[in-house]
């Protein structure tokens, strides 16, 4: 069992940049494969980065591309999304998940824990 909570959400303007974090307890961390995904309003959650066990390798959603940063802490216990350049179409309730499976998960139901979700907003 791994409980999750993500913070750092807000409203930001558009071009802005954001880090939202999220922190674990329960499981050792490491053992976890970690993602981010988003759920905009009307829309259907959809992935968009995750970073393997080791944080070693990561694996982004197009859209995010040269945009985003996933990144973890394994010391720490967080894992970490940097968003920059962030337009109104980034809004969305932001999740955090938890992962068994080796390799970079991708989709939802490969997340056995989630996180509350934390809300971001970008105005234009």
């Known amino acids: 069992q791994v409980q999750l909570v993500e913070s750092g959400g807000g409203l930001v303007q558009a071009g802005d940049s954001l880090r939202l974090s999220c922190t674990a307890s329960?499981?050792?961390?490491?053992?976890?494969?970690m993602g981010w995904f988003r759920r905009a309003p009307g829309k259907e959650r959809e992935f968009v980065a995750t970073?393997?066990?080791?944080?070693?390798?990561?694996y982004y959603a197009d859209f995010v591309k040269g945009r985003f940063t996933i990144s973890r802490d394994n010391a720490k216990n967080t894992m970490y999304l940097q968003m920059n350049s962030m337009t109104p179409e980034d809004t969305a309730v932001y999740y955090c998940?938890?992962?068994?499976?080796?390799?970079?998960?991708?989709?939802?139901?490969?997340?056995?824990?989630w996180g509350q979700g934390i809300q971001v907003t970008v105005s234009s």
């Open positions: 329960g499981r050792t961390f490491n053992t976890f494969a």
């Open positions: 970073i393997i066990m080791s944080g070693r390798s990561t």
């Open positions: 998940a938890a992962s068994s499976i080796a390799g970079s998960p991708s989709r939802p139901s490969q997340y056995a824990y």
